[in-house]
């Protein structure tokens, strides 16, 4: 996501109506909306074809599951932050979405305020859970990291990627569940050098998002510290 411009949003909902709502809402408040789509397989190809920063998908979706559009997205450009805006709180589904790849979970019944800053967060990397759902979204995170690892990787740790110090502090953050602007706040950095921060660790440890970063530092004990 570039600072030049406003934030690019995709809007993928199987209901037309409230598919433009959420479409005008998000213009009117500035940002682009540069894509919508209304079955999973035309969700697939017009966000590679168009691009956008964020994603806000429906999971109930015909022709293709909303979590499949998300795993497929999200392996082709794994920049992309993809939002869930669902009517179901239901455990299964959330944690479902978070394994797929989605940043964030939101519920439709959720204000337009609500919805807004969802989108602006989530277009920086904030994992944005409607209240009750992030404490069990970071139970899952510790159980699968609790799962034995997969085999690549696991007798290479002597030749780890360093880590700064401060690098370090903020993935233990990152894995007890605060937000990078709670993390900003903590350490008295700006939210753009936790972002940093963040991304330089990703690409050191060569792992892909939020969801994989947290497993690696519940892996060694970090978020216990």
Not at 78 to 105: N, Q
Not at 120 to 131: C, K, L, S, W, Y
Not at 144 to 168: C, I, K, M, W, Y
Request: net charge negative; with cysteine.
């Amino acid at each position: 996501m570039s600072e030049q411009g406003p934030i690019k949003v995709m809007v993928v909902d199987d209901h037309p109506m409230w598919r433009d709502a959420v479409a005008r809402d998000l213009s009117e408040s500035g940002f682009d909306v540069v894509a919508t789509a209304g079955d999973g397989d035309q969700a697939v190809r017009r966000a590679k074809a168009a691009a956008p920063d964020v994603l806000v998908l429906d999971l109930n979706l015909p022709v293709k599951p909303g979590v499949q559009v998300c795993k497929e997205l999200v392996g082709h450009n794994p920049a992309l932050r993809v939002l869930v805006l669902s009517a179901s709180g239901e455990h299964a589904d959330v944690l479902e979405a978070v394994k797929s790849g989605a940043t964030g979970y939101l519920l439709k019944s959720a204000s337009t305020g609500e919805l807004l800053d969802a989108v602006r967060r989530t277009a920086v990397g904030d994992p944005v859970f409607t209240p009750g759902l992030a404490g069990l979204v970071l139970g899952e995170y510790r159980r699968l990291a609790s799962e034995p690892a997969p085999a690549a990787g696991t007798d290479n740790d002597e030749g780890a990627p360093r880590l700064t110090d401060r690098e370090t502090e903020v993935l233990r953050l990152v894995a007890k569940g605060l937000s990078y602007k709670q993390i900003a706040e903590r350490l008295v950095i700006s939210h753009r050098t936790v972002q940093n921060h963040v991304q330089n660790t990703l690409g050191k440890l060569q792992l892909h998002n939020r969801v994989e970063l947290v497993r690696y530092a519940i892996e060694r004990g970090l978020d216990d510290e």
